[in-house]
């Protein structure tokens, strides 16, 4: 089957609403130069989606817009939580969820992953569903176990429509943002895995049309050793992402 490429760029906690808008219009700008089919995401601060999604609606540029969390309740007294709704009246039709910096800093536990996910589906929002292994499991050589752990519980008791959606990034803590990066056969072995596990639950059509991202400190020159392999559909981008050069070179790298 024939996936459609995707780069995502996870802006994390960076750009006011004003510098979001500009990059925005950059990448937009930079982007009229490539010609392919790829899927262009990107997912601001909360406080920079309006901006970003004016800028994207009234210049008709060809990026989706995703957020970088959510809360998996409809409403409610729910303090500084952001609903689902809130999202999608944005135009958000992608949401990060379980990203390993909220696993880490906010505790997250694969159930509140999978709660995301169901509420992101729930609200008509396609999850792009994180996971990977801190360094101590890597070498231990129990990798595939530990995220095979982890897709197995944040993507249970979905609809095999909405397993077929999901987006899941392979993104291996030991290589945010530090430089250090798997061979691209090693990350290919881990997203084979994710889809047989996927297979597994919901069926080998689902697991063949859902896509596995890549990510951990992807740039423009190791994105196409990545992008070769066979099971890796694309790439969520963190700090190469808050550079309209570097994020479309990345993004022309998956229409090769």
Same mark, same amino acid.
Request: hydrophobic share 45%; glycine share 10%; net charge negative.
């Given at each position: ?13 960076? %750009? +006011? ?15 009229? #130069? =490539?010609?392919?089919? =790829?899927?262009v ?10 901006? =970003?999604? +004016? ?7 060809? !990026?989706a ?5 959510v ?9 500084g939580? !952001?609903?689902?709704?809130?999202? %999608?009246?944005?135009?958000? /039709? ?5 990203? $390993?910096?909220?696993?880490?800093h ?16 729930a ?16 070498? $231990?050589?129990? %990798?595939?176990r530990?995220?095979?752990?982890? =897709?197995?519980?944040g993507?249970a008791?979905?609809? /095999? ?22 061979t691209?056969? $090693? ?6 895995? !994710?889809? #047989?596990? !996927? ?17 951990g ?6 994105? #196409? ?15 190469? $992402? ?12 998956? %229409?090769?």
């Amino acid at each position: 089957m024939d996936r459609r490429m995707m780069v995502a760029g996870n802006w994390k906690m960076y %750009t +006011t609403s004003a510098e979001g808008a500009v990059l925005v219009q950059d990448m937009a700008r930079e982007l009229e #130069a =490539v010609h392919g089919d =790829v899927e262009v995401v990107v997912c601001p601060p909360f406080t920079g989606l309006k901006a =970003v999604s +004016t800028v994207i609606e009234y210049d008709r540029v060809p !990026i989706a817009l995703g957020a970088q969390d959510v809360f998996w309740e409809r409403e409610g007294a729910f303090t500084g939580e !952001i609903a689902p709704g809130m999202l %999608t009246h944005l135009g958000c /039709t992608y949401v990060i969820v379980g990203h $390993s910096e909220r696993r880490e800093h906010f505790n997250e536990t694969d159930e509140i992953v999978n709660r995301k996910v169901k509420a992101a589906f729930a609200s008509g929002m396609t999850p792009i569903m994180c996971v990977g292994e801190p360094l101590a499991i890597r070498e $231990s050589g129990e %990798t595939e176990r530990f995220v095979r752990d982890q =897709v197995l519980a944040g993507a249970a008791g979905l609809e /095999t429509d909405d397993a077929a959606r999901l987006v899941v990034a392979y993104e291996p803590i030991w290589a945010i943002g530090t430089g250090r990066t798997p061979t691209p056969e $090693s990350a290919n072995d881990v997203a084979r895995s !994710i889809r #047989a596990t !996927i297979g597994a639950m919901y069926g080998p059509p689902a697991a063949m049309q859902m896509r596995v991202l890549y990510g951990g400190s992807v740039k423009p020159e190791n994105a #196409a050793h990545f992008f070769r392999e066979p099971d890796v559909d694309g790439a969520l981008v963190g700090g190469a $992402s808050l550079k309209a050069g570097s994020f479309v070179e990345i993004v022309k790298a998956a %229409t090769r």
